[in-house]
């Protein structure tokens, strides 16, 4: 089974940015679209961004302008950054592999991780 582990998460200012990885333990991972997702407490997790293996990007609206998803498929990683942070953006991030027909339906193939936590405050 494949693990999905994230990491670079902090307290953050904001304006501030953050970058974040998600390292998986199977390389079958790379070949699948790659979504990140948030949860903020009393929220139910919400799609952030997705890339797929030729590169292609898509953002959710709340995020597109200062976000960017990348990916390293050699690596089976893949990375947020985060700039000009806004206290809304506060939450748990997830990192996840998508159905072939992309990431903003919700669905995923493998189980969560731990998430981690990004804190936007002054």
């Known amino acids: 089974q494949v693990q999905l582990v994230e990491s670079g998460g902090g307290l953050v200012q904001p304006g501030g940015s953050l970058r974040l990885s998600c390292a998986s333990s199977?390389?079958?991972?790379?070949?699948?679209?790659k979504g990140w997702y948030r949860q903020a407490p009393g929220k139910e997790r919400e799609f952030v961004a997705a890339?797929?293996?030729?590169?292609?990007?898509n953002y959710a609206d709340s995020v597109k302008g200062r976000f960017t998803i990348s990916s390293d498929n050699a690596k089976n990683m893949v990375y947020l950054q985060m700039d000009s942070l806004k206290p809304e953006d506060t939450a748990v991030y997830y990192c996840?592999?998508?159905?072939?027909?992309?990431?903003?339906?919700?669905?995923?193939?493998?189980?969560w991780g731990q998430g981690t936590q990004v804190t936007v405050s002054s």
């Open positions: 890339i797929t293996r030729g590169d292609n990007t």
């Open positions: 996840n592999a998508c159905p072939w027909d992309g990431c903003t339906s919700g669905a995923t193939r493998y189980p």
């Open positions: 199977g390389s079958i991972f790379s070949i699948y679209p």
